[in-house]
């Protein structure tokens, strides 16, 4: 093949990245955002999106897209009561305390991780693509699931987008981080809005794995990389800041698809790794971020 | 407290106030005494268990005492200057691999694979202490722990000379020390646990003088209040850079000296969970205390030990490890003990415990 097409096809295989990552980051994001906490355990409720969705697409029998539009609309929901009890039994009770907090989401991380590895095992499964329409390129042939996910990735970023800036909910969510004591003083159930934008964020991982796992299977350690990636997106676009976090979601996963197609991937994962820690140390920002209240 | 009674009672106590003042002095006189006494106490009791442990128990104490170096290394940071690093593993990988590697390709004897070990430590802890510490917070802590993954990622990409994942098995032949016309093997048990407790009471030493030092009521100081600290006059970057290096100097050597006490270097030393751990001792153990560190790895250790037995016993079918383990001990510790062991004690008991 020759460059072109080949840049072409790393381009295309890193916005399938870039859309899985900017839902999943997009979640971090919100609940850094409002809560001010840094949720280690997102990896995790991504992980246990998948490994749900496999589990239901395995009960529904009949046409694959039958089990995998189920698992769409359970996963999330079966990873937000998760979120949502781990919140209200241990976050709140730290008072979300940032450091405290990282702490226990560090022993969330582990217990669901392992939790995974018991019940569901160390393999890795596959989930059946609800359909296999090929497109069609005059060099190569590309799977159009890949294509829908990221037409997917780009309604559900959209309806988020107008949750937030368009609706009564959002204007909560928005005056929560912008200012938590004013918004409780103006009798905005503060609290509850907590519960509600982490179980949210979860719940973005979650369907961020839905939409993968016909790509890649579920596996009880596939946490960690999106965990890290997802953290390098936030950064990069500044902590809190939705649009950076949009933007940087597309730069990341694009780069990251061409570089893996051209370069040994650990070499890859260390030069960005360095890259964007650097950029930490001296934009601590983060690029569209503005200075933390 | 003594400071709030003379500014409240300034006129009055005037005449009391010198008798009170030299019995500060005596108690203050006392509680180093008791703390020295303590100290000293707990590194005989080290010394004189090692005569009365099984041999299993015994190689394991050996074990723990180097990773409570490392976690009192943890705890200059974490539990004195309030600096939560998430990326300690790469210290201890740097004197781990510092020492492992000069021995096992150079050829270089003990003492220098140790040196070696902790000079790599100090030279990074340098390094990334200078960027790090430019950010704080949560930043501080993302920071730290993308420093360390890139130092993972770099001993698995250089496998050729660090073995990667599995490691290399320092030969027996390249860990014996010849010193003072005799020759110290430490692949045997005892020589092993007596260069352990050597490295532990210096360590611990270390760590006592420092935190009654000057420096060390600096440093609780920027913890408590970093603005009002910088306002006194002090310069807190360089305070916390001292402390950035300190820290990483002495969970180098817990690393340097794990590598030639029991002869094995691998990557795994460098992931995120081996900067996991130290942050749970201390926390178990309670940060900001002295001997914290020694009870938090010793019980945190024991825990997974008896934890993996008895999981195995009553459900062996399951795959949960002891990771999951330490994720329930994280969580319970943050939120019904989350001043540990000996925070606890002191804060009931014991206010005089350093």
């Known amino acids: 093949m020759a460059f072109g097409p080949h840049l072409l096809l790393a381009a295309l295989e890193g916005l399938v990245t870039s859309a899985v990552l900017a839902l999943m980051a997009l979640g971090l994001s919100l609940v850094f955002g409002v809560m001010r906490v840094v949720n280690v355990a997102h990896g995790e409720f991504y992980m246990l999106g998948a490994v749900v969705a496999w589990w239901v697409s395995s009960l529904v029998s009949g046409h694959p897209a039958l089990g995998f539009l189920a698992a769409l609309v359970i996963s999330p929901l079966v990873v937000g009561a998760v979120a949502l009890a781990a919140e209200r039994l241990v976050l709140r009770r730290l008072n979300y305390n940032p450091e405290a907090t990282i702490v226990a989401t560090i022993g969330l991380l582990y217990i669901l991780q392992q939790l995974a590895l018991t019940f569901y095992g160390p393999d890795a499964r596959p989930v059946a693509a609800p359909f296999s329409y090929r497109v069609v390129f005059p060099w190569f042939g590309y799977s159009g699931y890949k294509l829908a996910v990221i037409g997917a990735s780009v309604v559900l970023l959209l309806v988020t987008w107008f949750v937030l800036m368009r609706t009564r909910l959002g204007l909560v969510m928005r005056a929560t981080q912008y200012d938590r004591e004013t918004a409780q003083a103006f009798a905005i159930p503060v609290d509850r809005v907590y519960a509600g934008v982490f179980a949210l964020g979860a719940m973005l991982a979650a369907i961020a794995a839905v939409l993968i796992v016909p790509i890649s299977q579920a596996h009880y350690l596939m946490g960690l990389d999106p965990l890290l990636l997802s953290f390098i997106v936030v950064i990069i676009g500044g902590l809190g800041s939705l649009r950076g976090t949009l933007v940087a979601a597309v730069l990341i996963g694009l780069s990251d698809g061409i570089i893996s197609a051209f370069f040994q991937p650990t070499l890859a994962k260390m030069i960005a790794t360095l890259l964007v820690a650097l950029v930490l140390v001296f934009r601590p920002t983060g690029l569209f971020g503005t200075a933390a209240r | ?354």
């Open chain 2, 1 to 354: 407290m003594t400071g709030n009674d003379a500014t409240g009672k300034a006129g009055a106590a005037g005449a009391a106030a010198k008798p009170r003042r030299r019995r500060a002095r005596a108690a203050g006189r006392a509680s180093a005494g008791r703390v020295v006494a303590l100290h000293a106490g707990v590194i005989a009791l080290l010394f004189a268990l090692q005569f009365v442990l099984p041999a299993y128990h015994h190689g394991v104490l050996a074990r723990i005492m180097v990773l409570a170096v490392f976690a009192m290394g943890y705890n200059l940071l974490f539990g004195y200057a309030g600096l939560l690093s998430l990326g300690h593993a790469m210290f201890f990988s740097a004197g781990l691999y510092g020492a492992g590697l000069s021995v096992y390709h150079l050829g270089w004897s003990v003492p220098a694979g140790f040196a070696a070990g902790v000079l790599a430590g100090l030279v990074l802890s340098a390094l990334i202490g200078v960027l790090a510490l430019r950010t704080t917070g949560v930043a501080f802590m993302i920071v730290t722990m993308m420093f360390a993954q890139v130092f993972y990622l770099t001993t698995l990409y250089f496998n050729v000379w660090t073995g990667g994942d599995q490691g290399i098995v320092l030969p027996q032949p390249s860990r014996v020390v010849t010193a003072f016309g005799s020759t110290f093997d430490l692949t045997d048990p005892t020589t092993r646990y007596l260069a352990a407790l050597a490295l532990f009471s210096l360590v611990l030493v270390a760590t006592l003088a420092l935190v009654r030092s000057p420096h060390g009521r600096v440093l609780v100081a920027i913890r408590e209040n970093e603005q009002r600290t910088t306002m006194l006059g002090y310069d807190t970057f360089a305070n916390k850079l001292a402390a950035v290096v300190a820290s990483g100097a002495a969970c180098a050597a817990a690393g340097a000296a794990y590598a030639l006490l029991f002869g094995y270097v691998g990557s795994t030393f460098a992931s995120v969970q081996y900067s996991i751990l130290p942050l749970l001792w201390v926390l178990l153990g309670g940060a900001a205390t002295t001997l914290g560190p020694l009870l938090g790895t010793l019980f945190m250790y024991y825990l997974i030990d008896i934890s993996n037995d008895l999981l195995s016993a009553w459900v062996p079918d399951w795959n949960f490890s002891s990771i999951g383990v330490v994720g329930v001990a994280l969580i319970l510790l943050i939120l019904f003990f989350p001043r540990g062991l000996l925070g606890t004690i002191r804060e009931r008991w014991l206010p005089w415990l350093p």
